[in-house]
């Protein structure tokens, strides 16, 4: 398992994003994409993907396409999977708009414990049944 937390909420909104764009493409991403996906520079992009890079969660030839590692394709998949089910449970068990949603989601699921997640993961399942995986795209 992964350990969530490990990293700042930054590296992993920049882990997350992607992961999530891999999975809609060929399963690597440009630094473009992901600049154009967080709204954040590419200068930005390229200091977050150079320190990524050198933690082993992503790989990255110079000026190449990033591919996540084994270790950040498994965080990225959490982190999603946590937006997922925060998302869905701020519509679908409080009326939360989906755009307010995903923001808000977006804050929550760095700061909820593990313990925490997997009862709230529970909870929305036995209320709602499974989170839907689709749209799998939490950003575009």
Known sequence: M???GDLTPSYEDYIEAIYDLAL???GSVRSTDVADALGFSKASVARATKNL???GYIEQERYGEITLTQVGKEYGEH???RHRVLRAFLIDALGVD???ANREACMMEHA?????MNKWIAWYEENFG???E???????
């Open 53 to 55: 890079r050198e933690m």
């Open 24 to 26: 809609h493409g060929s």
């Open 2 to 4: 992964v350990a969530i």
């Open 130 to 132: 499974p989170v839907s």
């Open 98 to 100: 989906e755009e307010a």
């Open 79 to 81: 982190i999603l999977t």
């Open 112 to 116: 909820v414990s593990e313990d925490t």
């Open 134 to 140: 689709t749209p799998t795209s939490t950003r575009l």
